[in-house]
């Protein structure tokens, strides 16, 4: 250890001047790197004056010569600018000159133009004038042509009363048609009815028949449950001939059951065999068997019956059994008398010979020779009620079956029954069908009459207000064919005054000498603009001129300054600093390196007895391992028993209780506290040799017999009142779901027939509506399921005009589109709504459709109010208000509204 310490030492020294050598050698080389950095500085420096002492002399004699040029310069702009005074000087004098003359000059020059204006605007706007008159006399020679033929307006009148007559014939074709197929509608909704009635009574009684056949499947579980415990006590091979059971081939009643039972118990459950051999082969097996072989069994001869009033009667004259039982009966129900009581069943008892017995109906059973036995009924498990369950439950399932086929017979004919209702209703549907496409042709029939009456009701309107409008237009157009003649003279006589006052304006002027006095001016201000080029291009000489001088000055100083900076820097300088202390810290590195010489070679010296030190020590280490490993297997080994002992312990005190143990003088233990129930343990010398197995014996007797439970009564009838309650919730349960049962049944009556009813009335509308804004084809409301309109959809089915009966899916957007339109508006028919708001619906609709979809809007908007969001040009002159929505230069928006009524009445339309 002191060895190493002193390395540790010597290697701490060592590193210590290590470092210190190493900052040494830094600094050196930090220094040596700023002496050559201040070199290249200095060599640089003396570069850069050298340079600037070369620039010097070039550009001060460029400054000379730059001065030499501007005086050159300002001097001849100084002679430009003379000439320039001059000019001007002339030209301020001839205005002087000419003042007096040009304000007469300026006043006939704007009358000359007010009047040529005046005359050209008289000149168009009378020309304007006599367009608009040509126009409206062309017009108005068209209205009167127009008026004098009437003969249309006759020819529509008859053409209406015609389509008039047309149109109620095909209408009364529809009603009678409608009538009919309500008619049939009703009928095959009565049979829904009672087939949804039928259905539902179909369903509950196959529920009730599930629900016994599941009670007669438990029923019979039962019973074979309980025909295996009648022979469960005993295993019959399949060779093995068994005619039953004494219980099972007997019949006894009821009052006699507990005296019979209380003298027969356990021979009850004897089987009878036909054969001796059968017998046999019960016996090889290593259960308790109670039989009787009938053809080794003889008859005892019994008793005369003793002639006491207590006494009922031998027991096999007082119960019923098979014939082939008989023998059995004789030989086990022979000896036994029934008595009335207890008192002479005991008085009786000594008096009869050995193996016979007498016994009460409550069970008291009195041998020959006054041995007596009293036994109570065992209800549930004894012979004769397993065996009167059986029979009860065969009973019982016999009834449950002739009911159930009953039960079936009754569902097979409500099946038949429903099945024929169906086949009305679908009867009824077909011809539902068949009448509702004819209907289908006579709504187009009244349809198309109604369109053509429509039509030419709209054209003889039509034609009637034209002939009043006429007529008002040919007032209104002579009225402004007069008032334009008017103005048209006042044009012309407007532009002729304004043709007189140019003429004289013209006059005057060509008396004044204005082309002489221009040209003069002109000639002037030539010279001037001459004059002030010239100034300013031998400005810009100068101006360039005195900047050069102003840059080269810039230059020069920059140069100077520049110089006398560059020279400042070499004299800061100092070289010789910097090498002083370079050389300094050579010395101290150099220094260093003489220290740590003497240092490595004594760590080395160190080292190496470090090195033999070590080699003696591994040869210690490995002995001491050695030991540890046998120390720590000594303390396993001794853990280990320790283990075991305590484990013993806990066995003992598991099997025999809390007991003391003996302890050896070199063992210490746990000692019970001195309280009663402590055991005390023989002292055992010498143990059995099957102590083992024997103690494995009877810890699995232990086993077996399981744990007490002494809570078992107490948690028994926890769980017999828990079942009691959770039985009567679901009771409960039960009455309230056919409760809510029978209001469903309710609700969905009603809500059919509303559907139904609704369906139906939209349907006759939607035929019409389709036809209408088609121009024509048929379409009708299909129910997917007609049978249960709770669940029941609605499909379209349309037939376009010369076109196939197809569904809504195989149609075009557009013609999907206007049949939706067509649905909602029959929607409305049938059940009109304050409001409709409609965004963009007539987007996929052509021009023909779009005129009948206005229409019918048109129509519904007297019961209805339609706010519709539209880009179609059609559809908006059906508004009798519009609102336009657009975007300002704030990116806003904006609304206008306008009324077309209130619009067109302006005046400037009209």
């Known amino acids: 250890d002191d060895l190493r310490r002193r390395l540790r030492q010597l290697q701490t020294r060592l590193g210590e001047t290590q470092n210190r050598r190493d900052d040494a050698r830094d600094q050196l080389e930090q220094s040596r790197r700023q002496v050559a950095i201040l070199q290249e500085r200095r060599q640089s420096l003396q570069r850069q004056l050298a340079e600037i002492e070369t620039e010097l002399p070039a550009i001060a004699q460029q400054r000379e010569t730059a001065a030499a040029a501007l005086a050159e310069a300002a001097a001849e702009l100084e002679t430009a600018q003379r000439q320039l005074a001059q000019n001007q000087a002339e030209l301020n004098r001839f205005n002087q000159t000419f003042q007096s003359k040009q304000a007469e000059i300026n006043k006939w020059q704007t009358s000359l133009r007010e009047a040529e204006q005046k005359q050209r605007q008289a000149q168009t706007r009378a020309a304007q004038l006599e367009g608009q008159l040509n126009q409206l006399r062309e017009r108005l020679q068209e209205r009167k042509e127009t008026e004098e033929d009437g003969a249309e307006l006759t020819q529509l009148d008859a053409q209406i009363e015609n389509l008039t007559a047309v149109y109620q014939s095909a209408q009364n074709k529809a009603d009678e048609l409608r009538a009919e197929r309500s008619k049939l509608q009703e009928q095959r909704q009565d049979l829904i009815r009672q087939l949804k009635k039928l259905r539902r009574e179909r369903r509950e009684a196959e529920r009730d028949l599930n629900r016994r056949q599941k009670e007669m499947a438990r029923l019979e579980t039962r019973v074979e449950m309980l025909d295996q415990m009648r022979l469960k006590e005993v295993k019959v091979g399949p060779d093995t001939a068994v005619l039953g059971s004494l219980a099972g081939l007997i019949t006894i009643p009821d009052e006699y059951q507990t005296a019979v039972a209380a003298a027969l118990s356990a021979r009850l459950a004897a089987l009878i065999v036909p054969e001796e051999a059968d017998l046999w082969r019960l016996l090889q097996g290593d259960t308790a068997v109670t039989a009787l072989a009938l053809n080794g069994a003889t008859t005892p001869s019994l008793p005369p019956l003793p002639q006491d009033t207590a006494v009922i009667g031998r027991a096999s004259d007082l119960v019923s059994y098979q014939p082939e039982a008989e023998t059995a009966v004789q030989l086990l129900l022979g000896p036994i008398l029934l008595v009335k009581d207890d008192q002479a069943a005991y008085r009786i008892a000594r008096t009869l010979p050995l193996g016979v017995t007498a016994v009460t109906l409550s069970g008291f059973v009195a041998h020959a020779g006054g041995l007596v036995e009293q036994r109570g009924p065992d209800g549930q498990n004894n012979v004769l009620a397993r065996e009167e369950a059986w029979r009860k439950g065969q009973k019982k399932v016999a009834q449950m079956r002739e009911k159930a086929a009953e039960w079936e017979t009754a569902v097979n004919q409500q099946r038949a029954l429903i099945e024929e209702k169906q086949q009305a209703a679908d009867n009824l549907q077909a011809e539902e069908q068949r009448l509702g ?63 007189t006052a140019v003429r004289e304006a013209a006059a005057q002027l060509e008396k004044l000498p204005i082309a002489a006095a221009q040209q003069e001016r002109e000639n002037l201000r030539q010279s001037i603009h001459a004059a002030q080029t010239i100034v300013a291009g031998r400005q810009a000489v100068t101006d360039s001129r005195r900047a050069t001088l102003n840059q080269l000055d810039q230059q020069l100083a920059r140069l100077k300054a520049r110089q006398e900076s560059l020279r400042q820097q070499q004299t800061q300088l100092d070289l010789a600093e910097q090498e002083q202390a370079r050389q300094k810290l050579q010395a101290r590195l150099e220094e260093l390196d003489a220290q740590l010489a003497p240092m490595k070679k004594e760590l080395q010296a160190l080292r190496a007895e470090l090195a033999q030190l070590e080699e003696g020590t591994a ?20 853990t280990q028993s320790k283990t075991e002992i305590e484990n013993l312990q806990e066995r003992i005190q598991a099997d025999l209780g809390i007991v003391a143990l003996h302890y050896d003088d070199d063992q210490t233990g746990p000692t019970p506290l001195p309280i009663g129930g402590v055991q005390q343990l023989p002292v055992v010398d010498e143990l059995p040799e099957d102590i083992e197995e024997t103690i494995q014996n009877y810890r699995a007797q232990m086993q077996r017999m399981g744990a007490i439970n002494p809570d078992a009564p107490e948690e028994f009838q926890e769980t017999q009142d828990r079942f009691d309650f959770l039985s009567q919730q679901i009771d409960d349960l039960n009455q309230t779901e056919a409760q809510l ?119 519904l908007s007297m019961q209805t109010q339609f706010i519709v969001i539209t880009h179609n040009r059609g559809t908006v002159q059906a508004a009798q208000t519009i609102y336009g929505i657009s975007m300002g230069s704030d990116s806003a928006s904006q609304s206008i509204s306008i009324k077309p009524e209130d619009y067109v009445k302006q005046p400037e339309l009209i």
């Open 741 to 859: 049962r029978a209001v469903i049944a309710e609700l969905d009556e009603l809500t059919s027939r509303a559907f139904a009813e609704t369906v139906e009335k939209v349907n006759e509308a939607f035929g019409v509506t389709f036809t209408q804004l088609f121009g024509g084809g048929s379409a009708r409301l299909v129910l997917t399921d007609p049978d249960d309109l709770t669940i029941s959809g609605v499909d379209i089915v349309a037939r376009l005009p010369n076109r196939r009966e197809q569904g809504l899916g195989l149609l075009s957007g557009g013609e999907r589109a206007l049949t939706a339109a067509a649905l909602i508006f029959s929607l409305l028919k049938v059940s009109p709504t304050p409001f409709c708001i409609m965004d963009e619906v007539d987007a996929a609709l052509d021009e023909a459709n779009i005129n009948r979809f206005r229409d019918q809007l048109r129509e």
């Open 619 to 638: 040869v210690l280490q490995k002995e001491t391992h050695d030991a540890e490993t046998r120390y720590t297997q000594a303390k396993i080994a001794y």
């Open 437 to 499: 496409g004819l209907l289908n042709e006579a709504n187009q029939r009244v349809a198309q009459a109604q369109r053509d009456l429509d039509r030419q009701k709209q054209q003889r309107g039509f034609l009637k207000r034209q002939r009043e409008n006429q007529a008002k237009e040919l007032a209104r157009l002579q009225e402004r064919i007069a008032a334009l003649e008017s103005q048209i003279a006042a044009e012309k006589e407007t532009a002729g005054r304004m043709e």
